[in-house]
């Protein structure tokens, strides 16, 4: 009776969610593969041959089982199929096909969309992606950046990752990313549409029109944000045969087996995108400070240094290692030394500094936070000062009481707004005098620099996500939008008990298949008046009415943070 009642309340019709170029629902189309003809169009692809030794990466790069050919791909009936077979080539087991526009279909910014049915089976390993046309322009991979826009593994075939690599040349480098899960048996049977769109400073993944992911914070290690996804890239389109992500076939593996694709599409959007949420400074997942443009120093009265720990990260999703600061000072008051990164950056839009940190206990100190304020815009704060740049400090005291955090406390999320800042001339003077490191009137912010001062103890915590953001928090919760998992729905608790990026307030797809529907409905109507975290959308302990109002009010929609808005 309850079930009954629960889809009485949804006598709605279930209406798709649209996103064709969401932000442009007129976007032209500028480039196209329909795959009409008999076999590949060469003036628009070309293929990439052998183990990836030629191109200075053997194995491609993950140990993929694979020897690509020109053999393995068939254009009829409008599609291109790319089939995997064991009948060896090259010393390697399996071969394939690996396709790229490279220098005939190269953009910066644009929806880019792939219409396919995906092959399934253990190590089949299917992508549509895009690589840099010149990576010279920020360095080897992945300061140059990847946009996997989507991905495969054929032991979970309706699993679908979206995922962007960034920050320093490997092994500095890092990846964030998101997946979703399409019907039972569907990514092998039906075909899906599989799309992202680019534009300054956000890149956002769609299935069937519907978004699932949005990223909006990146970095790379030679250039300022929205490096380095702000200059042109190529599509590329393979099935790999084992590696790294999929692990290799088994006995259960069925050969031959198809990836086809239906067509490609690349729709022109503008640049311009809303405003930024946040910038970050570091996330510290790269776990290498010193390859990622850090540094320390000792001071008058003591000594230390950083190192990466991923044994004491904070309380959010995602967090996978932090920044350990050690400074002795032998009991000593005074400067005990410090530690800061050389990363330019734009803040345009910003209006405050946040950063994380578990200070340990029964110490007490102050970190001077300064902000180093390129006015000439030439990239450099020279040292020693040349009277041209400005420095702005913040004070953060650290003891038993506080005031700036607890030591002891455990993590305690800072707060720093620009209004806040001093002008600190007492090492790097002139400059115009205003905290203004906006790209559209100054230079960028080239440094921060925490110096540590002793008031007679040592010097001990772990710190993480320095962001800077807008210090906008649109649904008022207390959690800023730059972090929040539900920007649209208050929930300070931040709950996300499925572990998937999106809080319990504004997640009620139960079945996680992108949308919430009728089967989410049934599986609520199971759960109701139980204890069950996931259908607990309100965090209160208990599913019952107040997380049905939340089930009704996002049906037909996609989950996330800001859905519904």
């Known amino acids: 009776m309850l079930k009954m009642a629960s889809l009485a309340l949804f006598a709605v019709s ?34 990439m041959i052998g183990n990836g030794q030629i191109y200075g990466l053997p194995g491609w790069g993950n140990n993929e089982r694979q020897y690509y050919t020109s053999n393995n791909d068939t254009v009829a009936n409008g599609l291109l199929t790319i089939t995997a077979k064991d009948d060896g080539a090259g010393g390697y087991p399996y071969t394939s096909t690996r396709i790229r526009s490279l220098n005939k279909g190269d953009f910066t910014y644009g929806r880019f969309e792939m219409r396919a049915k995906l092959p399934t089976g253990q190590g089949m390993w299917p992508a549509f992606w895009m690589l840099p046309t010149d990576s010279s322009i920020y360095g080897t991979w992945a300061a140059s950046g990847e946009i996997d826009i989507m991905e495969q593994t054929g032991d979970e075939p309706d699993r679908i990752l979206g995922t962007l690599h960034y ?114 400074f570091d996330d510290f997942d790269h776990g290498n400070p010193f390859g990622n443009g850090w540094f320390n ?41 410090g530690f800061g990164r050389t990363y330019a950056q ?62 002891g406390g455990g993590w305690q999320q800072i707060t720093v707004p620009f209004a806040s800042l001093i002008d600190d001339n007492s090492y790097h003077f002139g400059g115009n005098g205003l905290f203004d490191p906006f790209l559209s009137t100054n230079g960028p912010l080239t440094d921060i620099v925490m110096t540590l001062i002793s008031n007679g103890s040592a010097i001990n915590f772990a710190t993480d996500e320095w962001v800077f953001s807008s210090g906008i928090d649109g649904d008022g919760d207390g959690v ?74 996002y049906f037909t929609l996609s989950p996330g943070p800001a859905a519904g808005q």
């Not at 999929?246 to 086809?260: K, L």
């Not at 000792?298 to 004491?312: D, P, R, W």
């Open 297 to 337: 120093f000792n001071g008058q009265v003591g000594g230390g240094g950083i190192n990466a720990t991923s044994s004491n990260v904070p309380p959010i999703v995602g967090g996978e290692s932090a920044l350990e600061v050690g400074f002795g000072t032998g009991g000593n008051s005074g400067f005990a030394g």
């Open 167 to 280: 920050g320093g040349s490997f092994p500095l480098n890092t990846y964030s990313g998101n997946s979703t899960n399409l019907p039972v048996g569907s990514a092998n049977s039906e075909f899906h549409t599989y799309a992202v769109e680019w534009q300054a400073g956000e890149i956002r993944w769609y299935i069937d029109g519907a978004l699932y992911a949005t990223q909006n914070a990146w970095y790379s290690t030679s250039g300022i944000f929205p490096a380095p996804f702000d200059v042109d890239f190529h599509m590329l389109l393979n099935l790999a045969v084992g590696g790294n992500l999929p692990g290799n076939p088994d006995g259960s593996t069925v050969f031959p087996m198809d990836y086809v694709i239906d067509y490609v599409r690349v729709y022109q959007l503008e640049p311009e995108t809303p405003p930024a949420a946040s910038v970050v």
């Open 14 to 47: 279930a209406v798709g969610v649209q996103a064709n170029c969401s932000f442009n629902p007129d976007c032209p189309l500028v480039w196209s593969d329909e795959f009409e003809g008999t076999a590949l169009d060469q003036t628009k692809w070309s293929y």
């Open 346 to 407: 734009d803040l345009s839009g910003m209006t405050q500094f946040n950063f994380w940190i578990n200070p340990a206990a029964n110490q007490d100190y102050r970190i001077e936070i300064n902000f180093q304020d390129d006015d000439n815009n030439d990239n450099v704060i020279a040292n020693p000062p040349d009277g041209v740049d400005d420095e702005f400090q913040y004070n953060c005291d650290i003891g038993p009481t506080g005031p700036c955090a607890i030591a």
């Open 480 to 553: 800023f939008d730059a972090e929040d998992n539900c920007t649209n729905a208050v929930n300070a608790n931040q709950i996300d008990s499925n572990g998937d990026g999106f809080g319990n307030a504004c997640d009620p797809d139960l079945n996680n298949d992108n949308v919430v529907n009728f089967p989410d409905v049934v599986l609520f109507a199971d759960a109701f008046l139980s204890t069950d975290a996931d259908a607990d959308f309100n965090g209160d302990g208990a599913v019952n009415f107040p997380d049905l109002i939340i089930l009704q009010a």
